[in-house]
């Protein structure tokens, strides 16, 4: 199946800086890329749609000013998390849609990154 | 709107046990439906997938049928091993592809 990339893994930054997440689809175009947040034992919360080209669509109660999102390309999305504060720290998951699998909708999921906000 | 409504855990089983994760869903339309499972620190994989109803998705010896006359979408594993366990995700995609909707996932622990 499609692959979708995420780096970097695990990230440990002081509070206050900036950590940047790149999430990549590798063998495929995605126009659409989607960011979650995982806290522990919990579901997957939908942060935001990244869509090429334009600004990212952010789900109610997500502070966009905090929570970058970038998709500069077809291949390529970013989050960054702005001004880190220990409450930040999670799992973050990015996904994309083949543009081949749009009918059924299948999502390919990149390996998550923790971030840790000391 | 649509959702996902998915059998809460922990589930923990015997290795060779039967598992059933029940998944019912709520939709307008014909939604696509999937498996996710999420082992220990890693991001989501897709498990099976089922795009209209009585499909049957199956892979690694999981099993779900696509039930529209129940809104269901049942996991199924006849024997459960120890490298099963991880969190399992039902999830559903409506039919313009553009909305995803997770259950809560439903952790499994397989003891030898």
């Known amino acids: 199946g499609a692959v979708v990339s995420q780096h970097p893994s695990r990230v440990i930054c002081k509070s206050g800086t900036s950590v940047k997440i790149e999430c990549r689809s590798l063998?495929?175009?995605?126009?659409?890329m989607f960011w979650y947040r995982q806290f522990p034992k919990q579901s997957l919360m939908l942060m935001a749609t990244?869509?090429?080209?334009?600004?990212?669509?952010?789900e109610q109660g997500v502070e966009k000013d905090k929570f970058l999102i970038n998709h500069a390309s077809l291949t390529l999305s970013t989050l960054t998390v702005t001004s880190a504060h220990p409450e930040d720290s999670s799992f973050y998951i990015c996904?994309?849609?083949?543009?081949?699998?749009?009918?059924?909708?299948?999502?390919?999921f990149g390996e998550g990154s923790r971030l840790t906000v000391l | 709107g649509d959702s996902v409504t998915q059998m809460e855990g922990p589930v923990t089983l015997s290795e060779e046990a039967f598992l059933t994760i029940n998944c019912t869903y709520t939709a307008t339309g014909y939604p696509s439906l999937f498996w996710y499972v999420q082992y220990p620190g890693e991001g989501l994989q897709l498990l099976l997938k089922a795009t209209k109803a009585d499909d049957k998705g199956s892979n690694k010896g999981f099993e779900a049928t696509y039930r529209k006359e129940t809104t269901s979408f049942h996991l199924e594993k006849g024997s459960v091993q120890v490298s099963d366990s991880a969190v399992y995700f039902c999830a559903l995609s409506d039919n313009t592809g553009n909305q995803f909707y997770f259950g809560t996932g439903t952790s499994l622990t397989v003891i030898p």
């Open positions: 996904s994309a849609r083949d543009a081949q699998g749009a009918r059924t909708g299948e999502l390919f």
């Open positions: 063998d495929f175009q995605a126009t659409t």
């Open positions: 990244s869509n090429e080209g334009s600004k990212a669509t952010y």
